[in-house]
């Protein structure tokens, strides 16, 4: 059993832009921690991170470090999580890794807690049932163009089925971390100086520029970023066959992503109903309302939590056809608080268990 | 009959974005002008714009000034058009019309030379039949993200027939003019210094942002923007029924529109047989090499003529469904150029109409 009251939870990649805002969601959301490990690279270890009030002082990530962690989240890249991830769950903490890492392995579950949450403690379940009752266990979170499309489509899904989904993205450059910010800041300044631009982030320049690429190319022409959302938004939603297209495209703007969605249920959904539907949905607020040019916008929606929707219409095209556009802080829901959000329902579920024994 | 040898030319709007544009397209082209008038509202005139090595000025538009004219190329607004067109046909001129005035009346062609430029020569001649040989007439230059768009689904329509179009747009502040190139510098200035953001073009902030709203909006949810790319690519490719949706996005980029396009066509067509027929079609460039990064970017192609196609791949979520990214100049292919090649048409009609006299 987990003593609740002497929780220690370890942030690895504690001082990158998504592991910055893991320690700030924590604090912000008063997860109850007993002990907060800052861990990271060796290369960044005694640097000072903050943590609501308080400030701690970064720790080299070694095995040794994560012994008697009970929660870890991960978000220091593929390789550091295929290493430290199974060494933190053998020592029995629960894994909540924001790399792509594990997403699509079979036995992991992938999850949006609006969407799929219940897989969470059915995992833990099985694992304490195999390994004892201090078993760890890995929970992938999702690639944050996925996180917020699938908010959306799945109470589409359950309420008309989905028959086609089609995205096109508007991502910030904060989806390739604190550099990311740094080089459109950087490239910015460059133009206004008539300076050569740096380039060290992005494949071209982003600066008073778009980029369709986003990851690198597999070979059937779509990017990593493309296939994530396609691949993942089927597993998350339990729809391995779900028709789905993307094109996965860089924008000059610091935070949160964009999404032109474009749905075809399969059964009729009006957008009056698909409006009301998403209205009472966990986690979308509805931005919506042309007249006052309202929708959701990514320059004002920095730093909030839900998923927003809004330029919300019938599309003519095709029997049972939606627009609608979608924005979300790709640190927050797209990365930071997703986790966090899992990470409550791994603490629910202790809490729950402790109090049945 | 017209003199070759001798033609008036007037430019209406000479000082706006889409004008200096019209006026360098037409110097570089060598467009046969005798007589070059550069026209604008009264508060513009007395000022000189560059036409070629010359320098001219500007006059103040009037019905009188459009005596004698030629070829009229209008970007002026829709209510000069409105006011002007007219005139300036009964007048003899033939009007290139910028606006979106006359696109949708059904007895002026909306052409886009590569697609439809036939439309010209029978417009004229069948005015010819019923006013006499000096018969002027009013021709419709599509919206900017229309052009890029219908260039490229001609070739798509003629091979393969076109079941079903949706396109998200990445559109250029130039799209709004010169005003709109100020306000993003401005407004990105404004980020640096910490100032206020000055707000005068778009409806919110543009500067490290991305805005679904471009133009009004219309009762049925969708801008007026966006209803041009669908109504207006029906006229051009003559296709009345055709199943076509968009969302229209301004992004902060200072030129170039791209456009993230997913088209099912009727019969098959490999991305390997479209990459084939695009590149040996009219006005198209492919640009599509993922594995050297390669692609159209907005940054790279300000000053191109082309419609430059890449990202060209199967879309398995469909029968027949192809994803590409198309980008244009939008002040050159979307505006001055496609107005120009209108007139080129024009003057080889004329050329023809002379020589079997």
Redesign the interface.
């Known amino acids: 059993m987990r003593d609740l009251n002497n929780l220690t939870v370890a942030v690895v990649g504690a001082t990158g832009a998504v592991g910055r805002e893991m320690l700030s969601t924590l604090a912000e959301r008063a997860f109850p921690v007993k002990n907060l490990l800052a861990l990271a690279s060796s290369r960044s270890a005694g640097e000072s991170v903050e943590f609501g009030d308080t400030s701690v002082t970064v720790q080299e990530l070694t095995a040794a470090a994560l012994n008697g962690v009970d929660i870890a989240l991960f978000s220091a890249g593929g390789s550091v999580s295929a290493e430290f991830g199974p060494i933190a769950a053998e020592a029995g903490a629960v894994v909540i890794d924001n790399s792509s890492h594990f997403r699509m392995h079979e036995h992991v579950p992938l999850v949006v807690p609006e969407v799929n949450g219940q897989e969470v403690v059915a995992a833990l379940q099985k694992r304490v049932q195999q390994i004892g009752p201090r078993a760890g266990a890995i929970i992938a979170n999702p690639n944050c163009s996925t996180i917020q499309l699938v908010v959306v489509l799945k109470p589409l899904l359950d309420s008309a089925g989905l028959k086609?989904?089609?995205v096109?993205t508007?991502q910030s450059v904060s989806g390739a971390g604190q550099k990311g910010i740094e080089e459109?800041w950087e490239q910015?300044?460059a133009v206004?100086n008539q300076q050569e631009m740096p380039k060290n982030v992005f494949?071209?320049?982003i600066a008073?520029?778009?980029?369709?690429?986003i990851d690198s190319?597999t070979d059937?022409?779509?990017t990593k970023e493309e296939m994530k959302v396609i691949n993942e938004s089927r597993k998350i939603l339990a729809q391995p066959d779900l028709?789905?297209?993307a094109?996965a495209?860089r924008?000059?703007?610091?935070s949160c992503h964009?999404e032109?969605v474009?749905v075809e249920t399969a059964r009729p959904l009006s957008?009056e109903d698909a409006r009301e539907l998403l209205m009472r949905s966990p986690g979308i607020i509805v931005l919506d309302n042309?007249?006052e040019?309202e929708?959701?916008?990514?320059?004002e929606l920095a730093g909030t939590d839900a998923t927003f929707v809004?330029?919300?219409?019938?599309?003519?095209?095709?029997e049972n056809?939606l627009?609608m556009?979608v924005v979300a802080d790709n640190l927050r829901k797209g990365a930071a608080l997703n986790a966090v959000q899992i990470a409550e329902i791994v603490l629910d579920h202790w809490g729950r268990e402790s109090r049945s024994h």
Chains 1, 2 share one sequence.
């Open positions: 086609r989904v089609v096109s508007y459109l910015t300044l206004f494949p071209h320049p008073f520029n778009v980029l369709p690429q190319f059937n022409g779509y028709k789905i297209t094109t495209v924008v000059p703007v610091f964009a032109s474009n957008p042309p007249g040019m929708y959701p916008l990514s320059s809004g330029r919300l219409r019938r599309d003519e095209s095709v056809g627009n556009w």
